[in-house]
């Protein structure tokens, strides 16, 4: 039988745990507790971190997407055209 322990947290951690957990439970269309949220998060830090993760983090605008997209295919043109 595991050993039960007691931990205090914020109620800014706590919520934030909540908001995890609502994620999680989205995820494996189940009701999660707050011991899952801390089992998940303790599998992601043993991981590591993916590239993937960061899928969505960043919140590109129209512009900086034609600016990327025209900053690839210049030098792609020019390349290509040499060929």
């Known amino acids: ?42 599998k992601l830090r043993e991981k590591g971190r993916k590239i993937s993760d960061l899928a969505g983090s960043w919140k590109l605008t129209e512009t900086e997407s034609m600016e990327i997209k025209t900053s690839i295919n210049e030098p792609w043109q020019k390349w290509n055209s040499e060929q």
Request: charged share 35%; net charge negative; hydrophobic share 40%.
């Open 1 to 42: 039988m595991n050993e039960i322990k007691s931990i205090k947290v914020s109620k800014e951690t706590y919520s934030k745990l909540s908001e995890i957990a609502g994620d999680l439970q989205v995820k494996l269309r189940r009701p999660v507790s707050i011991e899952e949220v801390i089992e998940e998060l303790i």
